[in-house]
């Protein structure tokens, strides 16, 4: 059982594991014993999250998530696969929790009137500046 908060945990049940041989540190090791773990999760069939939840997720996870709407999660980071099936449990809480927060909606803002008359007051002296360069023209 993953526990994400107190209220939200994901069975065993719905976590689909393999293990391949890893790229990783091990040396000979590595040739010999599957230690990366590959976790696959089908958000879509997961009653656990709710459906705003599950559709922030996807938005935020999209390279992750295949055409089947299964969550692929790999860590090949350490030499035993214990040690990698545990991180990538601790990357998919991580991935819930962010989802979880909702976004503050952004508010319009315009600039102050003082901001506006800064901006017009330093386009004239740029345009003095341009004028004076030019210099007088000649007839």
Not at 28 to 34: D, L, P
Request: with cysteine.
């Amino acid at each position: 059982m993953l526990e994400i908060t107190a209220q939200l945990r994901i069975p065993d049940v719905e976590l689909q594991w393999t293990f391949v041989r890893s790229s990783g540190p091990g040396g000979q090791n590595v040739n010999k014993v599957a230690s990366k773990a590959v976790l696959r999760w089908n958000l879509a069939a997961s009653p656990n999250l709710t459906e705003d939840v599950k559709a922030r997720f996807r938005a935020q996870q999209r390279n992750r998530i295949t055409t089947d709407g299964d969550l692929v999660v790999t860590s090949q980071r350490y030499r035993d696969q214990e040690r990698n099936k545990e991180d990538c449990l601790e990357k998919l809480r991580h991935m819930i929790l962010q989802a979880t927060i909702i976004p503050k909606p952004r508010k319009s803002s315009k600039p102050g009137r003082a901001a506006r008359e800064r901006r017009l007051h330093l386009k004239r002296h740029r345009s003095e500046v341009k004028k004076i360069r030019r210099g007088v023209m000649e007839e």
